[in-house]
């Protein structure tokens, strides 16, 4: 009889991991985080945005510093008239007719009195009648 040849046991361990896989691992986990995650949704309105002023500006008929108040005025004479005095013309960068309540072609004109009157009777005026169209409200 031959005697037996020990027998080597051989305990299961985890495979033994390369450090390719230790670093695809790591960016997996920094790529999945939660944080990540809500800052790139919480970011989405703003990329949103860069991007659609950006596709604008290129596709604009205006230069780029005239495109940039055309849509500045968009949100009205105030927020136009911080950058660049007005008035603006009908056809021209910065006009809207949504900016020219009396429709007389010229936007954010400041409406100086005349020679007999005073500033107060001006602005005791009824409120103007608003286009059709206009998202400005009127009170009664």
Do not use: W
């Amino acid at each position: 009889m031959l005697p037996e040849k020990p027998t080597l046991e051989i305990e299961p361990s985890a495979p033994k991991v390369s450090r390719r896989q230790k670093r695809a691992d790591a960016l997996r986990k920094r790529a999945l985080s939660p944080v990540r995650i809500i800052l790139m949704v919480l970011m989405l309105p703003l990329t949103t945005m860069a991007i659609a002023v950006g596709v604008y500006l290129r596709t604009s008929e205006f230069k780029h510093e005239e495109a940039l108040v055309h849509l500045i005025a968009l949100a009205g004479c105030g927020a136009v008239e911080t950058i660049v005095s007005g008035p603006f013309i009908e056809g021209r960068p910065g006009y809207h007719p949504r900016n020219d309540p009396d429709g007389d072609g010229v936007a954010c004109d400041i409406r100086r009195p005349a020679a007999g009157q005073s500033a107060v009777s001006q602005t005791a005026e009824t409120p103007r009648s608003r286009s059709v169209g206009n998202a400005k409200f009127v009170r009664p």
